[in-house]
């Protein structure tokens, strides 16, 4: 297993890519601390952790709140030195800019950059005390493409893409590997009232389809893992192609 004795911060982590990350890096010895919201289903996560073998605990707290990196730093400290921390909870809103209004662009903003800067400001300083660590942050191909009614969204991980080049200079020569995953449409309980116009819109990609949450979990386990060391600020593009067409 490749992630034994290494404890791992996911956020976003009860449902989709979080989740199924959560899950693969149980599955790989970590002891995981599944971050979210919703306890009960926190729980959940953890339980089917713990049924296949795994450990894991919950850590609950809202990233969106004024006091929820706070929260969460302070609940995942209590575990112990954290190795590993995946900044992956977000959310997607789909609009025109002229229909964006500001309590959307504040939110978006604040739970895609402003969460994943100040959670590394937290960890990345303690990893680097200890000479390792590993911080994976989950961006989108909305990142690298202009895409009419994804411009906030993409701008918000167009920006995580830049953090991610920026710590791996500043927190690399301590040990610690910071690098990003960049997803194409993914089939997630967000992305199911796509239904069929998901399948449709990925159905010209090389791979003819969408992606699952375990294809990207699969990405994360590496740049976690060992083979991963000589792996610094980079984007691992998890797209069935689509950048490349």
Not at 87 to 92: D, E, L, R, S, V
Not at 208 to 216: A, Q
């Amino acid at each position: 297993m490749q992630l034994t004795d290494s404890r791992a911060l996911v956020t976003g982590a009860t449902s989709g890519i979080g989740r199924a990350i959560a899950e693969a890096f149980g599955r790989e010895g970590a002891h995981v601390l599944v971050a979210g919201r919703d306890a009960a289903r926190a729980a959940e996560v953890v339980a089917g952790i713990v049924a296949s073998g795994g450990t894991a605990a919950p850590v609950i707290a809202d990233l969106g709140a004024p006091d929820g990196i706070a929260v969460l730093v302070e609940a995942a400290k209590a575990h112990g030195p954290i190795d590993v921390l995946v900044n992956n909870a977000g959310i997607y809103p789909m609009s025109g800019t002229a229909q964006t209004d500001e309590a959307t662009f504040e939110a978006t903003m604040n739970l895609n950059v402003r969460a994943p800067f100040f959670l590394t400001a937290a960890f990345a300083p303690l990893m680097a005390a200890q000479g390792r660590g590993r911080i994976i942050n989950i961006s989108s191909i909305a990142a690298h493409l202009g895409t009419t009614g994804m411009a906030l969204y993409g701008a918000s991980k167009a920006a995580l893409e830049l953090l991610t080049k920026a710590w791996a200079a500043e927190f690399g020569p301590a040990g610690v590997n910071v690098n990003a995953i960049a997803p194409g449409p993914t089939r997630t309980p967000g992305t199911a009232p796509m239904g069929a116009g998901l399948d449709e819109f990925t159905s010209g990609f090389p791979a003819g389809r969408p992606g699952v949450p375990e294809e990207i979990a699969g990405a994360a386990v590496y740049l976690a893992g060992p083979g991963a060391a000589f792996v610094h600020g980079a984007t691992i593009v998890v797209d069935g192609g689509r950048m490349a067409i």
